[in-house]
């Protein structure tokens, strides 16, 4: 399992650099939202929480439909499928390596757009914090959907659109948990317990999704 | 490849066309009786609607309620359908499951744009605005959304049959998930904004209200299986057609 996730990790950082994509468009969003609302600071440090989840949320969804398609055109699905690991544990190993390309860079890379945002640095870490929580459940989801794409040479965006009605819980609860960080009465603690509990329902839900879509895919 | 995956994915497979058959006998038999049905309980329905008592806070308006509520409770209903017929599909690989799950959801998209069209017409007059983000209009959208997304991947592939599992699939992880975002929504509104729009709130509907609700909500149940069935039927013709087409065109 290690190993699978070393070589996982090892193909995302090699093939163009699937992080650093992730990452510009994240930047990408980001700049883009200023031109959109204007450029008073008042009002982007209100609104940064929110264009910086989006822009998780939009590049999170931007490369899932690639997760198990590259595989399935060299034949290593396959091989993945056949060598007898439980295939949820496969699946959920893929799911991760995925985050680890695509969620977490973005999470790093938070603190500069915070600043860029005007954001305040409690806001940050909170930011940070529930993105860090709350991306794995955007990438255990996007398995599912990945799992599907297989299937559906291409269906990008369809993908897409089945993924993100069902993300948006974590959204939910991830503004929640900043609004409470910044303002007094609304509280952290409990919104970021519910993000955190559902990442791990969809840690088995996900993987379990796509090993059964992808048994019997197999031929 | 296994054996069971060769059963289904032959042509036209050999144990499913047997039930298949039955059940076209079955809902050429049903079709009239629930059709008969569906007239029957709508028009005891309606009448019963137009004869209830106006409502002593919404007037006329609230006849809204006896066509909003039971295309609310289809919505969800069909979603149940559409689950349980996602597990056959997995679990049996039934081909008819697969019917009945494909059919099923433009069919729950329809009822679901009917509660929030018929919603939105008597939330102008209640409320002051075609449109709120109230927790539940809302997580009726996200439900709408759903089926529209079902309904395009299972018209995405050009193999029918390969949509089966993909469908059924993401059916299920939607089944999975749904209760999850009705609650977040729900705690999404009340986080914003705390009661500032309060639903009907007629803490115990008088018989005259609830007996033309149940009857017109029996007469959406039927209408939905009458159409159901119907549709249902018109995909197993289809697909017999084409496996008809599918042979002649291969013997050229």
């Known amino acids: 399992m290690v190993a699978l996730l070393k070589r996982e990790v090892q193909i995302a950082w090699r093939s163009g650099g699937g992080a650093l994509t992730g990452v510009l468009f994240f930047l990408a969003v980001v700049t883009v939202f200023p031109f959109a609302v204007g450029p008073d600071t008042k009002l982007l440090s209100h609104l940064a929480p929110a264009i910086l989840w989006i822009g998780a949320l939009l590049a999170s969804l931007l490369g899932l439909d690639r997760m198990f398609a590259q595989e399935r055109e060299d034949g290593s699905l396959d091989v993945l499928v056949m060598q007898g690991h439980p295939l949820m544990a496969v699946f959920f190993v893929k799911a991760f390596a995925h985050w680890l390309m695509s969620g977490l860079p973005l999470v790093l890379a938070t603190p500069l757009f915070g600043i860029m945002l005007n954001l305040s640095p409690l806001g940050i870490g909170a930011t940070m914090v529930t993105l860090l929580a709350g991306t794995p459940a955007i990438s255990f989801i996007g398995a599912a959907g990945a799992s599907v794409a297989v299937k559906l040479p291409r269906g990008g965006m369809l993908i897409s659109v089945l993924v993100l009605p069902l993300v948006i819980p974590v959204l939910v609860f991830g503004i929640a948990a900043i609004t409470g960080a910044l303002q007094d009465p609304a509280p952290f603690t409990a919104p970021f317990l519910l993000l955190c509990a559902i990442t791990l329902f969809t840690s088995v839900l996900g993987p379990l999704a796509a090993s059964v879509m992808l048994r019997h895919s197999a031929d | ?252």
């Open chain 2, 1 to 252: 490849m296994t054996p069971e995956n060769a059963i289904h994915t032959g042509p036209s497979n050999l144990w499913g066309l047997a039930n298949p058959t039955r059940f076209m006998g079955f809902a050429n038999r049903a079709i009239p009786i629930l059709a008969c049905l569906t007239i029957l309980l709508f028009g005891i329905g309606l009448y019963l609607s137009f004869n209830a008592p106006e409502d002593y806070q919404q007037g006329y308006t609230v006849l809204i309620m006896f066509i909003h509520v039971p295309a609310a409770w289809l919505a969800m209903m069909t979603y149940s359908v559409m689950s349980i017929s996602a597990l056959g599909s997995i679990i049996w690989r039934h081909p008819l499951a697969d019917v009945s799950l494909r059919t099923a959801a433009p069919l729950g998209a329809i009822f679901t744009f009917l509660a929030l069209a018929t919603g939105s017409l008597w939330g102008k007059p209640m409320w002051g605005t075609w449109w709120e983000w109230d927790a539940r209009m809302t997580s009726v959208l996200i439900l709408l959304i759903i089926y529209l997304g079902l309904i395009a991947l299972s018209k995405a592939f050009d193999e029918p049959s390969e949509a089966a599992q993909p469908l059924a699939i993401m059916t299920l992880v939607g089944f999975a998930i749904i209760p999850i975002i009705k609650f977040s929504v729900d705690w999404w509104n009340t986080l914003h904004q705390p009661a500032s729009v309060s639903r009907l709130d007629t803490p115990a509907m008088g018989p005259e209200f609830l007996y033309p609700l149940l009857i017109m909500a029996l007469a959406y149940m039927a209408l939905f299986f009458t159409l159901h069935f119907m549709s249902m039927r018109n995909e197993v013709l289809a697909r017999r057609i084409r496996a008809m087409k599918m042979k002649q065109a291969r013997r050229g």
